[in-house]
T-cell receptor
Framework: AQSVTQLGSHVSVSEGALVLLRCNYS??????LFWYVQYPNQGLQLLLK??????LVKGINGFEAEFKKSETSFHLTKPSAHMSDAAEYFC?????????FGKGTMLLVSP | DVKVTQSSRYLVKRTGEKVFLECVQD?????MFWYRQDPGLGLRLIYF???????EKGDIPEGYSVSREKKERFSLILESASTNQTSMYLC??????????????FGPGTRLTVT
């Protein structure tokens, strides 16, 4: 079975600072990888995904992620945090017909 | 715009009650999923369905059942609710059949409290 590890259940940054949320996965086959965001009391919204091709993937709201096969990583970054980025972020890997999710990282943004 | 709707945002039920959570998608997707979300545990898959009248157990099916009589509707049933089923329940759908999942589209969630 595949698994996803998100380092840090909480990450705190100041407004304008770099955002880095870490995700490592285990997979026996080339994976499809996803980042989702969840705002309070809402469902999950897709930020970006990697399927094939370019390993640097750009998503919505200025986020991007890089697939590094050698490191089995898919870290999420944003150059400059906004207050509106405060939310919970989930990394996921595709396994046949389902997704396996990490436990999530809560991003806290301070003024 | 794609849409997944869930019948209730908040629900309070008593221990032992039979509970139905309904999910409807308007995207003609083959796959539908039910997850529960608990703090520190992320999303855990309860059941999924890749076609009408088909269902597959996920990671935590105990205490739950599902029904998919129509392509657009996927119901989660708690036969006899217990307090440890207090949680946020999320429904999702995705295209394609028995193949690698494409992105899943999520509903807003139902926060169920069992007292």
């Amino acid at each position: 079975a595949q698994s996803v590890t998100q380092l840090g259940s909480h990450v705190s940054v100041s407004e304008g600072a770099l955002v880095l949320l870490r995700c490592n996965y285990s997979s026996s086959v080339p994976p499809y990888l996803f980042w989702y965001v969840q705002y309070p009391n809402q469902g999950l919204q897709l930020l970006l995904k990697y399927t094939t091709g370019a390993t640097l993937v750009k998503g919505i709201n200025g986020f991007e992620a890089e697939f590094k096969k050698s490191e089995t990583s898919f870290h999420l970054t944003k150059p400059s945090a906004h207050m509106s980025d405060a939310a919970e972020y989930f990394c996921a890997v595709s396994e046949e017909s389902t997704l396996t999710f990490g436990k999530g990282t809560m991003l806290l943004v301070s003024p | 715009d794609v849409k997944v709707t869930q019948s209730s945002r908040y629900l309070v039920k008593r221990t032992g009650e039979k509970v139905f959570l309904e999910c409807v998608q308007d995207m003609d997707h083959e796959n539908m999923f039910w997850y529960r979300q608990d703090p520190g545990l992320g999303l855990r898959l309860i059941y999924f369905s890749y076609d009408v009248k088909m269902k597959e157990k996920g990671d935590i099916p105990e205490g739950y059942s599902v029904s998919r009589e129509k392509k657009e509707r996927f119901s989660l049933i708690l036969e006899s609710a217990s307090t440890n089923q207090t949680s946020m329940y999320l429904c999702a759908s995705s295209p394609s059949g028995h193949q690698l999942a494409y992105e899943q589209y999520f509903g807003p969630g139902t926060r169920l409290t069992v007292t």
